[in-house]
Every structure is written in C-alpha cells, then in structure tokens.
C-alpha cells in the first residue's frame, strides 16, 4: 500500500525551506491587503477573510503532504472529471460579480473551481505523460490527446468569462510539453496553426476583452476609461521611488485612485509603500520558491513526480510574471492574481495544497526508489 502509510523519515525530510518562503510571502501579502482596506472611516475585512483562508490552505496543504503523491497521480482521471462537473455547475448553480460568472456558493465559502483546474491540469497532464512515456520528442499527432484534456476546462472557464485563467491553462499545457521535448516540424506546425488563428480568436472575444487589449498597446487613448486602470498602477510603481513612502502612507492606495488594489493591483500597492527595494525582495522571495520548485522537480524519484512538480513551478512562474507585467504597462490586463499575495480564497487554496504537493515530491524523494 502506498495510501497514508507512516515513515517517519517524511518528518524528517520534511521541506522546511519551502513552506518558510512560502509562508513568509503569504504574511507580507495579508499585511499589504491590510493596508488596502486601511481608511479613516474604518478598517475592510478583507485581510482577516486573507488569513482565514491562508490558515485553511494549511490544514489541505498537510492533508495533501500525507497522502503519497503517486495515489494522486493515479487517481487523476477520477479529480479531473469531478473537476468538470464543478465548471459545468457553474453554469447551472453559480452566481455572477464584476459580470462573469465563476463561483460557487459552498457552505458560506465562494468557491471558484476555475483556480482548482490549474492543479487538476497538471496532475491529469503528470498521469498522461507518465502513462504515455517516449524515449524521442513528442509528435503534434501525440499531443492529440493532452490537448483534448486542456482544451474542454479552457472552452468552459473561457465561457463564464475568465480570459486570463484559460490562457494560464494553455501556457500550462505548452509549458509542459516543452518540459517533455516535441519534434521541431510538429513545432512548426502548431505555431503556424496558432498565427493563423489568433485573427479568429479575436473575433470571439468579449467587447471588453478587446479594449484591454487595445489599451495595453496605448493606454493613454482612454485614460479615464479602459486605461484608468494600468495609467493608476504605473503611478503608484513610479511614485514608490527606491524605498517607497512607507507602510499605509501610499496616495494612490489610501485615496483609492488603485482599482482592484487588494487583487490584480496588489503588487502596485506594496511598489508604492516599500519602493523598488520592496518591490526587488519580493521578487527575488518568489525566484527563490520557483527555483527551489526546479529542483524538487529534477531530483524526484519518477517522471510524474518530475512533471508535476515542473508544472506547479511553472503555474507559479508564469503568473508572477505576468501580474507583475501587468501593473507595470508591459504586459495586457488579463486578471492573473500575484501568487500567495493577492486576495481570494480559491487561488490561496489551490496554490497552498500545490506546494503540499511540491512538498510531497520533496519529501519522497528520500524515500521511494527508482
């Protein structure tokens, strides 16, 4: 049985290191969502709601670290489709904010399978490839199949609508594939087949998705409309300077000029309290997370565990870079949170029990054998 069986060694190979920057991430982005609800009239609830559901991460992220990661492997086809059934009920029995309809009410909780898809991804994509192993570079014919597997959540989460969430599953899924090596002339092929389509794609976008798009390239045609937003942030970044104006003392957070301050914007606001200084340490805080996530990844014990753990690293990565590109004016608006940062409880949740996931892969290393 590989289920819930006790070594004792797991506690002592336990990765300390890990859960201590995610940890320390997790407390700086509380207090800085603290400083986005602070005003004269009173203190929002929304760093106390932060903290509730950092603290239920915790409890699933130990639960996750003690089932062997190769019973989750298994069972990924199973949470895949369970995972489905939720994005599907959303549909039928969600209810819409900020008009896109993406949650769940669970027991009092907003519940967002949409961010639990980005986990499932990686574990049904871990399943695949492991079943599915080749000593040479995958064909476009061979990828058939995994494409299939991403391409039905990213059709559903595209519907509700979150554009910037699909997109994360797609650069999951390439990421992935790069990570497992694809025949170059198959590389040809789907990148010309991904030029052509991108004129269609455009067509299918919502009206608001387009002028994101459109501001992204100039943000000061609109600046009291669609680039109200980008033109706020990067004045809050810039008027941080080196070492920022200090904690609760950022004019654009405390006069509330920073829109979607406690989730999009989040980084914004702790550009302008802690200045490029801040800024550079959280930054190098989550390089340190991403590379410490490598090298789980290269020295696990199986090819799932590899895949796995490289597709976490990579979900972290990628959205890290590209909220940061976005409060900065280098990237488009797509509504990617800042990883352990931002508010929402369904990110928190979903990111927390992936890195019990990492974690586990860590920890087994020193046990299993290959």
Known sequence: MIFLKFDRRIFQHFDWTLLGLVLSVCAIGALNIYST???????????????????????????????????????????????????????????????????????????????????????????????????????????????????????????????????????????????????????????????????????????????????????????????????????AVGSGEIFGKGFLKGSQTQLKFLPEQQTDFIFSVFAEEWGFIGGLVLIIMFMAIIFWGLKIALQARDLSGTIMAFGITALISWEVFINIGMVLGILPVVGIPLPFFSYGGSAMLSLLVAIGLLMNVSTRRFILQR
């Open 37 to 235: 609800g602070f005003s004269a009239e009173g203190q929002s609830s929304f760093y106390l709601k932060q903290i509730q559901w950092i603290a239920l991460g915790l409890i699933f992220m130990m639960m996750i670290f003690f089932v062997d990661y190769r019973v989750i492997i298994q069972a990924a086809y199973v949470i895949y489709g369970v995972s489905i059934a939720l994005l599907i009920c959303v549909f039928l029995f969600g209810y819409a904010a900020h008009g896109s309809q993406r949650w769940l009410g669970i027991g009092g909780f907003a519940l967002q399978p949409s961010e639990l898809m980005k986990l499932v991804i990686i574990i049904t994509l871990a399943r695949y490839f492991d079943d599915h192993k080749s000593n040479e570079p995958y064909k476009l014919e061979e990828l058939l199949v995994p494409f299939l597997i991403v391409i039905m959540p990213f059709l559903l989460i595209l519907k509700q609508p979150d554009l910037g969430t699909a997109l994360i599953l797609i650069i999951i899924f390439v990421s992935i594939v790069f990570f497992m090596g694809v025949n170059w002339k198959s590389l040809i092929i789907a990148s010309a087949g991904i030029l052509i389509s991108i004129p269609i794609g455009w067509h299918f976008l919502k009206d608001y998705q387009k002028e994101r798009l459109i501001t992204f390239l100039n943000p000061e045609n609109d600046p009291l409309g669609t680039g109200y937003h980008i033109i706020q942030s990067m004045i």
